[in-house]
Nanobody
Framework: QAQLVESGGGSVQAGGSLRLSCVASGFTYRRNCMAWFRQAPGKEREAVAMLHLFPGFSYYADSVKGRFTISQDNAKMTLYLQMNSLKPEDTALYYC??????????????????????WGQGTQVTVSS
């Protein structure tokens, strides 16, 4: 059974850093895309960063560009999100998501939550000012 498990969330002050991890297991078919989404209280879930696993192209929301970096360790089946220069507005529950279909690579779909059928349970990130 396919599973995604996130870790690494926590509480930091503005300007600090955190690294989130997401371990994938039980996938029968090759994952095409992995992504990080976040959801703050009272707000819709939004895409933060996306990685096209083969050949490894990454894409970012404008709000995190230059501060966050998405990466993978294939041997460990782990996706990472390095978050630097954190701001209070980055406070949210962060989710890891996976898609098996090639369509997730497309500009029209890569940041759509509906394109990702596999989700982790989320890890909380709180940034204080």
């Amino acid at each position: 059974q396919a599973q995604l498990v996130e870790s690494g969330g926590g509480s930091v002050q503005a300007g600090g850093s955190l690294r989130l991890s997401c371990v994938a297991s039980g996938f029968t078919y090759r994952r095409n895309c992995m992504a990080w989404f976040r959801q703050a209280p009272g707000k819709e879930r939004e895409a933060v960063a996306m990685l096209h696993l083969f050949p490894g192209f990454s894409y970012y929301a404008d709000s995190v560009k230059g501060r966050f970096t998405i990466s993978q360790d294939n041997a460990k089946m782990t996706l990472y999100l390095q978050m630097n220069s954190l701001k209070p507005e980055d406070t949210a529950l962060y989710y890891c998501a996976a898609s098996l279909t090639p369509r997730c690579q497309s500009r029209d779909y890569r940041f759509l939550a509906s394109e990702y059928p596999y989700w982790g349970q989320g890890t909380q990130v709180t940034v204080s000012s």
